[in-house]
């Protein structure tokens, strides 16, 4: 495994498509620390393989929907980097981690839109702000947001509202790190065989189907679809991607 000075900060990086998209960056060389909510065994485990590979990584415990503990945990981040990876700074955000909702608008609770608020966009957008201080100079942020933000299913007004916002603000982002020569770009999964919402897509033969049909390539996406495709974001061959969204979802509702 190539060996280099770049590192990584992937949300939500024990499972699905973090642990893809982790394993993936590490596979690049690059050093990786990953969050979990609740998943400490499974990100540990990640850590482990990597480590076994000759790379380097680390795991530290965020809920991405609680924005007061942001300044505790880049407290933590500030340690880990020195510690793991002998460095001040790191290079690439990833803002992955997320939850899945489904509920047609009438049926919307306050509770469930506002943690979806939290968690998808005010989180990412302060987590993304208190961590510009510690971004390298070139460097980049990849947000993950969603098919759903281009095309309409019923029930996921309010999930696909925040990827919708997400995007707005990667644009923004874009033009405004500019300056700093940081690249702020969009990935976009379509339905995804994940325990995402539930295994919604990967365990209901009825909405796999639907999906199958709706794809151009046949078939609903894998992780292994989408890790490959934020891993090169992060790479110099990349450099000249910026503002930009990129839909990974096989050709869905083409």
Known sequence: ?????????????????????????????????????????????????????????????????????????????????????????????????????????????????????????????????????????????????SGLARFSMPGYSAYASQKGAIEVFTRYLAKELGVRGIKANVVAPGAIETDFGGGHVRDNEQVNQFVRNVTALGRAGLPEDIGGVVAFLCTEEARWINGQRIEVSGGMNI
């Open 1 to 145: 495994m190539e060996q280099t000075s770049k590192i990584a900060l992937v949300t939500g990086g024990s499972r699905g498509l973090g642990k893809d998209m982790v394993l993936q960056l590490a596979k690049k060389g690059l050093g990786v620390l990953l969050t979990y909510k609740n998943s400490q065994e499974e990100a540990l485990s990640v850590v482990s393989q990597i480590q076994q590979a000759g790379g380097r990584a680390a795991a530290l415990r965020l809920d991405t929907g609680d924005i007061k503990n942001f300044d505790q945990f880049f407290v933590a981040v500030k340690r880990t980097l020195k510690e793991v990876f002998a460095a001040d700074h790191f290079d690439y955000l990833v803002n992955n981690a997320g939850i899945g909702y489904q509920a047609p608008v009438g049926e919307v609770s306050e509770a469930a839109f506002d943690e979806l608020v939290n968690v998808h966009f005010k989180g990412v957008y302060f987590l993304t702000q208190k961590a510009l201080p510690m971004l390298h100079d070139g460097g980049g942020i990849i947000n993950i947001s």
